[in-house]
């Protein structure tokens, strides 16, 4: 990082949409550092886009302030327009324009540098996309991939301070969206570009961010690197939308440092600097529980799935308050378990974290496709 200054950061800054108020971005501070790859990651509806439109200039911020390179672009005192912020932005849908070729997609956004150069500074930055022979072609001879790179070479040929894109990899195939990502991730990164993309997909975050910040209704909820998002979850919300967990309603016991479940003392665990007799949940990823001979939970697998990687098992653990709690573990192929097989588990502190138990459990409508259900289901009404 060669600046300890944000390329941008946003103080308090606040967005409605009219009638309404729809609050769409509410109170959001953020900052990016030069060269940093940054996500904004949450469900649909949640302000990705607002915050996004926001930083480019599209809208303006009802409160707050965003500052550029710090100069104020947006605020009380100021008011910098799109085209002069120096932020290259990628639409969800490319917005390429069809009656031009590649070429000239390019060489639009290039108005501030003299025409003699446009052509040689569009042919370079396509070269460098692998773009190089495709300059006389129209947008509709290339694939979905290919029409993708052409709005991110027309998006850095003016050189911009940061690219902006929102939901990149949303419309590609299946098999060529994680090919195509680590292309366009690889290139930004050689390029040290300042880069922040928008999406709903967790893996896609975990994969390319140097930091991941977690949205949810507006707010920020988590900003974290995507080892600290997904191993240490603060909230509820955050441990059930970024990747699957399982919530254990607990205790918390600060006589011996530990959490009380029903499925005993967890001890070890992260963020336990809260008041004695504190409910909370203790969310446990599937890695968490670790195969071991003499662990403290005991449990009968009831189904496994093969992912490949590792072996996704549905266990029923007896709880402490009577009946068996189902639980999702991750299992190494070489365990060789099968339905009915009786295994014991200890609990890698690493994968747990006590989150805050003050929200509800996220409701199914806000993309919960994460979340192991039936504990989540238990313990709520429990
Ligand atoms: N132009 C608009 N007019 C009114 N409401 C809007 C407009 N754009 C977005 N919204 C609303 O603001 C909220 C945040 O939207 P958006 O920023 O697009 O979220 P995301 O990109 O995370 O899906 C949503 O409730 C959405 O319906
Ligand atoms: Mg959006």
Redesign the pocket.
């Known amino acids: 990082m060669s600046t300890t200054r944000p390329v941008i950061q946003f103080e308090g800054v606040s967005k409605r949409?009219?009638p309404?108020p729809?609050?769409?971005?509410r109170d959001v501070s953020l900052g990016v550092n030069e060269g940093e790859i940054v996500t904004?990651l949450?469900?649909?509806?949640?302000?990705?886009?607002?915050?996004?439109?926001l930083m480019a200039g599209f809208e303006i911020p009802d409160g707050g302030s965003i500052h550029i390179g710090g100069r104020e672009a947006a605020g009380p005192s100021a008011w910098i327009p799109p085209e002069r912020r120096g932020v290259g932005m990628v639409f969800q849908d490319y917005a390429l324009f069809p009656h031009l070729k590649v070429g000239e997609n390019v060489m639009f956004g290039l108005d501030a540098i003299p025409r003699s150069q446009r052509r040689d500074r569009a042919k370079e930055v396509l070269r460098v996309l692998d773009l190089g022979p495709h300059f006389d072609r129209y947008p509709h001879e290339l694939s979905g991939g290919q029409q993708q790179r052409v709005a991110l070479a027309r998006a850095i040929a003016p050189r911009p301070v940061m690219v902006l894109m929102?939901?990149p990899f949303s419309n590609l195939d299946a098999h060529l969206r994680d090919q195509v990502r680590d292309e366009v991730v690889g290139i930004l990164r050689n390029a040290g570009m300042t880069s922040i993309f928008?999406s709903?997909d967790q893996r896609d975050a975990l994969a390319i961010s140097d930091r991941v910040i977690v949205?949810n209704r507006?707010k920020v909820e988590q900003v974290g690197s995507p080892r600290e998002i997904y191993r240490h979850p603060e909230s509820v919300f955050v441990a059930t939308f970024v990747g699957r967990t399982n919530l254990l309603a607990g205790v918390v016991q600060n006589r011996d440092g530990c959490v009380l479940t029903d499925f005993g003392s967890f001890c070890r665990v992260d963020r336990l600097g809260m008041p004695d007799g504190s409910q909370v949940m203790v969310a446990v990823r599937p890695d968490g529980f670790v195969p071991s001979e003499n662990g403290q939970l005991r449990g009968r697998v009831l189904a496994t799935t093969f992912t490949g990687a590792q072996i996704e098992a549905e266990v029923a653990i007896p709880s402490a308050l009577g009946g068996d709690r189902r639980l999702v573990v991750h299992l190494p192929p070489s365990a060789g378990l099968v339905p009915g097989d009786q295994v014991a588990f200890r609990l890698d502190p690493d994968y747990a974290s006590v989150v805050r138990n003050s929200c509800q459990v996220m409701d199914r409508g806000a993309g919960a496709s994460g979340m192991t259900s039936p504990v989540a289901e238990a313990l709520a009404s429990s």
């Open positions: 949409y009219w309404g729809v609050e769409a971005v904004l949450g469900p649909s509806g949640c302000g990705k886009t607002t915050t996004l439109r929102d939901e928008v709903h949205m507006g």
